[in-house]
């Protein structure tokens, strides 16, 4: 067995926690209420640029040629993504460019970029799949069950929902099990608890925005 159908048994229950959240059943059939929507693409927005900075530290790790392009094309690809959130969606809603993060995605970013820089880079990079991986599923699903041309969200489901993200998650993937064959057990637990670490961190990141998370003091 493949230690991505280890890892994805492992979190298989936090991921069907993931799909029940409020946020993303409203999202697939429409009715998540906009001010929750817009929180949470400000948030997200911040994210991917510290996901594009995980991914680049990532690559400066790599021995390996061909995984150092492959890299820097994945942080290439979140800012390009965190730009063209500014360039639509911030623009239509009037959102400021400075966002302040939220603990629960202060918690999230300061998880994948502590795990790229210090822990072996196999751990570092089974910590960074669940953001690809999860987020495809979810995004696969919401797809399944959006309410039609009608849902006000479509636009975004649909990019999350493409070819191109989905080759780059195959890719993913397929270069943790690759990291993952060639070392010994002890690191690959250590990649299913960071794995699973950053997954239940992603239902934070969904849950605070549903909940409009604020710093109490």
Same mark, same amino acid.
């Given at each position: 067995? #493949?230690?991505?159908?280890?890892?994805?048994?492992? $979190? #298989?229950?936090?991921?069907? #926690? %993931?799909?029940?959240? &409020?946020?993303?059943?409203?999202?697939?059939?429409?009715?998540? &209420?906009k001010e929750k929507f817009i929180f949470y693409l400000a948030q997200d927005a911040y994210y991917l640029l510290?996901?594009?900075?995980?991914?680049?530290?990532?690559?400066?790790?790599?021995?390996?040629?061909?995984?150092?392009?492959?890299?820097?094309?994945?942080?290439?690809?979140?800012?390009? =993504?965190?730009?063209?959130?500014?360039?639509?969606?911030?623009?239509?809603?009037?959102?400021?460019?400075? $966002?302040? =993060?939220?603990?629960?995605?202060?918690?999230?970013?300061?998880?994948?970029?502590?795990?790229?820089?210090?822990?072996?880079v196999e751990v570092a990079v089974a910590a960074v799949l669940p953001c690809f991986w999860i987020y495809k =599923? $979810?995004?696969?699903? %919401?797809?399944?069950?959006?309410?039609?041309?009608?849902?006000?969200?479509?636009?975004?489901?649909?990019? +999350?929902?493409?070819?191109?993200? =989905?080759?780059? $998650?195959?890719? !993913?993937?397929?270069?943790?099990?690759?990291?993952? !064959?060639?070392t010994n057990a002890v690191t690959q637990q250590k990649m299913l608890d960071a794995f699973e670490m950053a997954?239940?961190?992603?239902?934070?990141?969904?849950?605070? !925005? +549903?909940?409009?998370? #604020?710093?109490?003091?």
């Amino acid at each position: 067995m #493949k230690w991505s159908d280890n890892a994805w048994e492992r $979190v #298989k229950p936090i991921y069907n #926690k %993931i799909l029940t959240m &409020p946020f993303n059943t409203e999202l697939s059939n429409g009715t998540l &209420p906009k001010e929750k929507f817009i929180f949470y693409l400000a948030q997200d927005a911040y994210y991917l640029l510290e996901f594009g900075r995980t991914l680049s530290t990532i690559s400066g790790r790599m021995q390996n040629a061909d995984l150092v392009m492959t890299f820097a094309g994945f942080s290439t690809g979140a800012i390009f =993504a965190e730009r063209s959130l500014h360039q639509s969606y911030f623009v239509e809603f009037g959102l400021a460019s400075e $966002v302040r =993060a939220t603990p629960s995605t202060l918690l999230y970013t300061s998880y994948i970029l502590s795990q790229a820089a210090y822990a072996n880079v196999e751990v570092a990079v089974a910590a960074v799949l669940p953001c690809f991986w999860i987020y495809k =599923a $979810v995004g696969d699903h %919401i797809f399944t069950q959006q309410n039609g041309n009608e849902n006000p969200y479509k636009r975004w489901i649909d990019m +999350y929902a493409g070819v191109e993200f =989905a080759t780059a $998650v195959e890719k !993913a993937i397929d270069i943790t099990d690759e990291l993952a !064959a060639q070392t010994n057990a002890v690191t690959q637990q250590k990649m299913l608890d960071a794995f699973e670490m950053a997954t239940r961190l992603e239902w934070m990141f969904w849950d605070s !925005a +549903y909940e409009l998370e #604020k710093w109490k003091i």
